[in-house]
Nanobody, 124 residues
Framework: QVQLVESGGGLVQAGGSLRLSCAASGRTIGTCAMGWFRQAAGKEREFVGAISWTGGSTDYTDSVRGRFTISKDNAKNTMYLQMNSLKPEDTAVYYC?????????????????WGQGTQVTVSS
């Protein structure tokens, strides 16, 4: 079992930055592929980005590529999402997820463990 807790969300103006954290317990994230998803009000949960269990590979959805960066600190058992140049359309609840597999994973059904989410609101 892996427990995930997100933090770092909040209200920011367009063009600003936030860094989300996803702290894991119960299992080392060094043996987990992980991802970030988001869900805006009235919409389905969507993929934001993913990172391999070594941290050596990442991928992003097109709308955030070049603005968001995922990283892992296996020693701290924590994953991060650095979000720069934020836009109002980035407003959503952001979730981190983990799965005990190698590779990069893009679908919600690929992940076994989820955090409770953290709200990000970007004002125009």
């Amino acid at each position: 079992q892996v427990q995930l807790v997100e933090s770092g969300g909040g209200l920011v103006q367009a063009g600003g930055s936030l860094r989300l954290s996803c702290a894991a317990s119960g299992r080392t994230i060094g043996t987990c592929a992980m991802g970030w998803f988001r869900q805006a009000a009235g919409k389905e949960r969507e993929f934001v980005g993913a990172i391999s269990w070594t941290g050596g590979s990442t991928d992003y959805t097109d709308s955030v590529r070049g603005r968001f960066t995922i990283s892992k600190d296996n020693a701290k058992n924590t994953m991060y999402l650095q979000m720069n140049s934020l836009k109002p359309e980035d407003t959503a609840v952001y979730y981190c997820a983990a799965v005990s597999r190698t590779g990069l994973w893009y679908r919600t059904n690929d992940y076994a463990y989820w955090g409770q989410g953290t709200q990000v609101t970007v004002s125009s």
